[in-house]
């Protein structure tokens, strides 16, 4: 430890987000991590921010006037959470804590180039991402620098947008620390998102790799259109190379520039197909360490990849706990019963205890795993009949997987001849739809 203000990423773990907000504490977790190459680096805690904080008495008052803004007073909140972004910069960084700063500098290189990032204690959480809501800084150079950039970050922590994120979900401003990651700069080929689950259907099965040359930061502002990459069981199943025609290179003074792609790498993809594999392959293993699926920012330097933040995604709905790697089909047992709602807690225990077969909770949903059900054909044709008298939007949901054919093995009648194959599935009835299960 290098003093309470400021600890090396070595020492952070994912346990210490109070201590080093989100992004800290998953990056302390993912350089603890055997084979994985993190860049470099050190966080300033939150005891920093709140010891800042103390520095302006007069921002209690300003936090108090904040919360009771309704969050669509857009002009209230752009006044009020820009004068308390000024007031923080202005206060000088105590000696103290930019003592500690300036030696985890000297430790890391002092005239090294770093990215100077916002994580906040109510950010990259499972219910709640914060994504571009507070501020990063890209190529910062030179000690004095990073103590303006740090100072910065910590008042990114009231710009409009992550005022207004908050308040909508509920979040106290006055409960919320911001910590300051200070990392060693990597300067890609290319960089990207990696989706451990289709952040759009849902699959966890299928994983999503969006490439861009140089920065990530072209894709993150929206300059140019990623190629998109998707992998399952270790395989390119399909691909979408665009039309690169801009990058973000860092400047050998710091910060960073928009320049043009030469013609001829415009229409080349960022990635080979093998890379996308090998990448998904990485994420893998950062989902299972983290126990749930991962947006990771990622970038390639010489056939390497780094990673540089790791996050939930928080757009999934969950999906019951099963204890084994087999595919499941859940019916929601509420959409059966037109109740459409989240039930509470005694609610989701009476069905429970008194329901004749077992009920699995997901956000606070109770599902029936009909897996089984379905890969009999006998009781495969009972299912469906029963479910599409009932909500024939589930029962086109549940042929549709049945289309796949691949998702759940059919297994033989019982009383039918060994050796006898049954059919896939019954006839139709009607057509069937072509939407995706929900």
């Not at 006037?65 to 002009?75: A, F, G, I, M, Q």
């Not at 105590?94 to 770093?114: T, V």
């Amino acid at each position: 430890m290098t003093g309470q203000y400021v600890l090396d990423l070595q020492e952070i773990d994912e346990t210490q987000v109070a201590v080093a907000g989100g992004k800290g504490a998953h990056l302390g977790g993912l350089s603890r991590m055997e084979g994985l190459r993190v860049p470099g680096g050190f966080c300033v805690t939150t005891g920093a921010f709140r010891r800042i904080m103390a520095e302006a008495p007069s921002i209690a008052d300003e936090l108090d006037r904040l919360s009771r803004l309704n969050p669509d007073d857009r002009e209230a909140i752009r006044t009020l959470s820009a004068r308390i972004r000024r007031t923080i910069e202005g206060i000088a960084v105590p000696g103290d804590i930019s003592a500690s700063i300036l030696r985890a500098l000297a430790r890391h290189g002092e005239r090294a180039a770093y990215a100077v990032r916002s994580s906040a204690t109510a950010e990259d959480l499972p219910t709640a991402s914060f994504a571009g809501q507070q501020d990063t800084y890209l190529n910062v150079v030179g000690p004095t620098a990073i103590l303006q950039h740090v100072s910065r970050c910590w008042a990114s922590l009231f710009t409009e947008r992550a005022v207004t994120y908050r308040q909508r979900n509920g979040i106290d401003h006055r409960t919320v620390h911001m910590a300051v990651v200070v990392q060693q700069m990597v300067f890609p080929h290319a960089a990207g998102i990696l989706f451990t689950a289709d952040p759009v259907t849902g699959n966890r099965q299928v994983a999503t790799v969006d490439a861009g040359f140089g920065l990530g930061e072209a894709m993150v502002s929206g300059l140019v259109t990623p190629d998109v990459f998707t992998v399952r069981h270790g395989e390119v199943v399909a691909k979408a190379i665009s039309v690169k025609q801009r990058e973000v290179h860092a400047l050998p003074a710091g910060g960073t520039q928009e320049v043009a792609i030469d013609s001829r790498r415009q229409e080349r993809p960022a990635l080979t197909d093998a890379q996308a594999v090998r990448l998904v392959r990485l994420g893998r293993r950062i989902e299972a360490h983290f126990g749930r699926p991962q947006d990771i920012e990622w970038c390639l330097v010489d056939d390497d990849f780094q990673i540089v933040q790791s996050r939930p995604i928080t757009t999934l709905f969950p999906i019951p706990e099963t204890g084994d790697q087999e595919n499941h089909v859940y019916v929601s047992v509420g959409h059966q019963q037109m109740m459409t709602d989240a039930m509470k807690p005694l609610g989701l225990s009476m069905w429970q205890l008194t329901a004749m077969a077992p009920m699995h909770e997901a956000g606070g949903r109770l599902f029936v795993d009909v897996t089984r059900r379905l890969a009999s054909p006998a009781s495969r044709a009972a299912l469906l009949d029963v479910v599409g008298r009932g909500d024939p939007l589930v029962r086109d949901a549940l042929e549709t997987v049945l289309d796949r054919g691949d998702f759940i093995p059919s297994l033989p009648d019982a009383g039918r001849p060994a050796g006898h194959r049954p059919a896939a599935r019954p006839p139709r009835s009607r057509p069937t739809r072509l939407s995706s299960p929900s």
